[in-house]
């Protein structure tokens, strides 16, 4: 079955650099557009960043454009979300996403952009 696990979440200070990471399995990684996502609570999860399938092709929100990139490895079934310039308005929990049919998700990584 498909799984997505995020990891790489942590608490860091305002203009620092944070590194998740997307680990897949169980589709054929390689042909999927992989995305990422955020939600603070009360809000509505909202897009980050998406990456095509053979990586030629991202699109971010514009709230984190130049800031933050996205990327995939298709030989080892991962995607990345290498945040930089952290604000706090960044702190949101963190998911990876890919829709295979219908839409998966991970179970999250708490990312906490706070002095």
């Known amino acids: 079955q498909v799984q997505l696990v995020e990891s790489g979440g942590g608490l860091v200070q305002p203009g620092g650099s944070l590194r998740l990471s997307c680990a897949a399995s169980?589709?054929?990684?390689?042909?999927?557009?992989m995305s990422w996502y955020r939600q603070v609570p009360g809000k509505e999860r909202e897009l980050v960043a998406a990456?095509?399938?053979?990586?030629?092709?991202?699109n971010y929100a514009d709230s984190v454009k130049g800031r933050f990139t996205i990327s995939r490895d298709n030989a080892k079934n991962m995607v990345y979300l290498q945040m930089n310039s952290l604000k706090p308005e960044d702190t949101a929990v963190y998911y990876c996403?890919?829709?295979?049919?219908?839409?998966?998700w991970g179970q999250g990584t708490q990312v906490t952009v706070s002095s």
């Open positions: 996403k890919v829709r295979v049919t219908v839409h998966y």
């Open positions: 169980g589709f054929t990684f390689s042909n999927y557009v």
């Open positions: 990456i095509t399938s053979t990586g030629d092709s991202r």
